[in-house]
């Protein structure tokens, strides 16, 4: 029986070696975000991770990632 697709993408994500998730330099260079704010945004739309991936990796809570995203959004007037 096929997995349902998001069990799918649950299952990949658990199955990636965290250590080949690199972050580069050039994404805190925007001084008008958080770092925080910098990181997220990079491996929300970049890595393309979910949110609750993003919190899982950096041990937050998924409204924390959430938030962060979205006041990124506004500082870069998005």
Request: include cysteine.
């Amino acid at each position: 029986m096929p997995q349902p697709q998001k069990e799918a993408e649950k299952h990949n994500f658990e199955e990636k070696n965290l250590s080949e998730i690199k972050i580069p330099i050039s994404v805190l260079s925007d001084r008008s975000l958080a770092t925080l704010e910098a990181v997220v945004v990079y491996m929300k739309d970049t890595l393309n991770l979910t949110y609750h991936q993003i919190a899982e990796l950096l041990n937050r809570d998924d409204r924390t990632i959430w938030t962060c995203y979205n006041r990124a959004a506004k500082k870069r007037g998005k």
